[in-house]
């Protein structure tokens, strides 16, 4: 089992930047990919960014390609989302996920984190 926990989200100016940090317990942190999904009110969960189990291989959603970076350090058992160019729209309580599946469907998701709210003022 994995659990998951997310900290840096808070309330940014548009144009700003945020690091995100999702805290991984678990002996088996490495053999999973990492994923960011996010979700607005009164909107569906959306995917953000996913990494590959060694952080060789990233995908972006095409609202945050160029602006959000994920990585990951296994030593630590922490994936981190940078967020950068940051819009109103980015808006949303974001999640970190894991899967032991190269996917982007939040259903094969297994393990989710409780969320960090992210504000951006416009």
């Known amino acids: 089992q994995v659990q998951l926990v997310e900290s840096g989200g808070g309330l940014v100016q548009a144009g700003g930047s945020l690091r995100l940090s999702c805290a991984a317990s678990g002996r088996t942190f490495g053999a999973y990919f990492m994923g960011w999904f996010r979700q607005a009110p009164g909107k569906e969960r959306e995917f953000v960014a996913r990494i590959s189990w060694n952080g060789g291989t990233t995908y972006y959603g095409d609202s945050v390609k160029g602006r959000f970076t994920i990585s990951r350090d296994n030593t630590k058992n922490m994936v981190y989302l940078q967020m950068n160019s940051l819009k109103p729209e980015d808006t949303a309580v974001y999640h970190c996920?894991?899967?032991?599946?190269?996917?982007?469907?939040?259903?094969?998701?297994?393990?989710w984190g409780q969320g960090t709210q992210v504000t951006v003022s416009s």
């Open positions: 996920a894991a899967t032991r599946i190269g996917t982007i469907r939040a259903a094969d998701f297994a393990y």
